[in-house]
T-cell receptor
């Protein structure tokens, strides 16, 4: 089974801190994605990457950046955490053109205080 | 108009009932279709792909109507463990991206 592993299940950070969320997949998938999920708003795409060192903005990139130095790892960075970034963050990966769907990590519930 | 629309529910049904969810999508050139299941505070997991001819997996049947641009999921003989949010997912014509609906919440009661 494909595994997508997110480094932390729960995280509490202070306003203004720089926050790193790590995601690693073990099946050589080209495509990786970062979403946030909030009640009533569904899944919203933050950033995605189709290849090493490549990144594209999703629907809500403001306040976030990403890094993909290795194929298996896709990091989401909150440059200066704010309370409105309190959310569930989900990483996903997929193979090829996405015709087999995505596999999600178990999520990181981030609270910014 | 949202690209993938679902009735958010909740659908409250008794155990053993048959329940159906529909989902509409806006892009007629969409290529691939899926249903995902998401339990409370967990990640979405692929339930089944949806094929043009319709497909079945145990108690679950998925149908695709390209002419009307909708997808359906039928659950027969509902179990308590089917309680979850069901996400309709569509792959648009180009690129590798999936578009997610907002989800339909199902609650199966004893």
């Amino acid at each position: 089974d494909v595994k997508v592993t997110q480094s932390s299940r729960y995280l509490v950070k202070r306003t203004g801190e720089k926050v790193f969320l790590e995601c690693v997949q073990d099946m050589d998938h080209e495509n990786m994605f970062w979403y946030r999920q909030d009640p009533g708003l569904g899944l919203r795409l933050i950033y995605f990457s189709y290849d090493v060192k490549m990144k594209e903005k999703g629907d809500i990139p403001e306040g976030y950046s990403v890094s993909r130095e290795k194929k298996e790892r896709f990091s989401l960075i909150l440059e200066s955490a704010s309370t409105n970034q309190t959310s569930m963050y989900l990483c996903a990966s997929s193979f090829g053109r996405g015709d087999y769907g995505y596999t999600f990590g178990s999520g990181t519930r981030l609270t910014v205080v | 108009r949202k690209e993938v629309e679902q009735d958010p529910g909740p659908f409250n049904v008794p155990e053993g009932a048959t329940v159906a969810f529909n989902c509409t999508y806006s892009n007629s050139a969409s290529q691939s279709f899926f249903w995902y299941r998401q339990d409370c505070r967990k990640e979405p997991k692929l339930l089944m792909s949806v094929y043009s001819s319709g497909n079945e997996d145990g108690r679950f049947t998925a149908q695709l109507n390209r002419a009307s641009q909708y997808i359906s999921l039928l659950i027969r003989d509902s179990k308590l463990s089917d309680s979850a949010t069901y996400l309709c997912v569509v792959k648009m014509e180009a690129g590798n991206m999936l578009t997610f609906g907002g989800g339909t919440r199902l609650m199966v009661k004893p």
